[in-house]
Every structure is written in C-alpha cells, then in structure tokens.
C-alpha cells in the first residue's frame, strides 16, 4: 500500500552545501534521520521541489514515527493526495472542495443560465485557464522554486545578484555563467529547478 505522500511530493536535503537526499518527501525524511542520527550536529535544509520552500520536518522517535507524522504534514493537503473513498454502490465522490466565491449579481445570473449550472461551468472554465495558461504559470513557479533556494544557499555566494538578474531575463547562458564556481549540488539543483523557466523562454 503507497504511503500518502508517496506519489506527489517530492523533496531534496542538503547538509551545508552537500545534497544527501532526494526524491518522495518519505525516502528524504528518513534518509535526514538516519544523518542527524549519525551526527546530532548535523543541520539538514530540505526544499520542495515544486515551490522551494523549506520543509520542517519533525525527527523525534522512531523510523516508524517519523513517517507516521509525515500524514498530517501541511504539504499532503497542498498536494491533494488522497483520493477520493468509494462510499460503497454507484458512482464515486468527485473529490470535490466547497469553498466560498463571491460575484457580482450579473456574473451569477451568466453562471446559473449556463448548461449544467455555476459549479460545471465555473470547474470548465478553469480547466480551460490552466491549459492555456500552464506553461507560462509553471514557468513562473519554477522561477519562484529557483529563486528561493538560490537566497537560502548561494546569497553569499559569488554571481548571485548577476544569477538572479539572469534568471527573471530567461538567459540561460548567462545565468549559468554567474553561478559556475558555486558548490556542484547546489549549482545542479539550481539549474534542474530552473530549467523550465528557460525551456518556457526558447519555445
């Protein structure tokens, strides 16, 4: 049986400037215990991938406790994870999330006139956003991923501010000038984490 955090979240741990760890969020938490377990010196920075926000993980206890809590970790609702549970005959749960959306009256009267109501059409409506706008939003995210972990790892580090000039003008060439003599892992997560802002640009 696949954990919850098994198939969307993925991660990578550094020690100082040394990747130790990457792939699904579970495989890095326990790769970061065993290290801090060896060594209780030892201070790991993990990242999202997908955002470049830094993950607190919480050591405490066992392998066993470690992935326990790993359940009710924040990043498992961003990834929406769990799937929808047949309830028993018939058709299955959509999955679906009530949240409130506040409109102008002309806008719920265009809604509610659509075929299938304002809930239909306003999930068709986004569907069509995201496929139009996917590759400049996750150009953009990717930008804001590489952003972060470039403050957190390489501010001090020679070329930073000339980087991320480069990065927010999609010149590859020149941002992988600017961060050549920066640490092996850290330059390479960078640039995988860069990679579709400048694949975005070249299309």
């Known amino acids: 049986m696949k954990s919850a955090t098994e198939d969307h979240i993925h991660c990578t ?5 040394r990747q130790i760890a990457s792939g699904r969020l579970e495989a890095v938490a326990l790769s970061v ?8 010196r030892v201070q790991a920075l993990v990242f999202d991938d997908a955002t470049g926000r830094q993950i607190d993980l919480d ?41 409130e959306v506040t409109l102008l009256p002309r806008h719920w009267q265009w809604l509610n006139a659509q075929p299938g109501g304002a809930s239909v059409t306003l999930r068709k409506l986004v569907d069509e956003a995201r496929k139009t706008n996917g590759p400049r939003d996750r150009a953009r995210q990717a930008a804001e991923a590489a ?6 790892m390489a501010g001090n580090e020679r070329g930073y501010e000339d980087a991320l000039r480069a990065l927010f003008a999609t010149d590859r060439s020149r941002f992988r000038t600017s961060i050549a003599t920066w640490p092996a892992d850290v330059r390479g997560y960078i640039e995988r984490l860069a990679d579709p802002v400048f694949r975005a640009a070249s299309n």
């Open 59 to 99: 050591l405490r206890g066992t392998k066993a406790d470690v992935v326990r809590r790993l359940a009710d970790h924040p990043l498992v609702d961003r990834t929406g994870s769990s799937m929808p549970k047949q309830s028993g005959p018939g058709r299955p749960r959509l999955g679906v999330v009530a949240r």
């Open 147 to 152: 952003y972060r972990v470039m403050s957190a």
């Open 33 to 40: 215990k065993a290290a801090a377990d060896r060594d209780a």
């Open 13 to 17: 741990a550094f020690v100082k400037s």
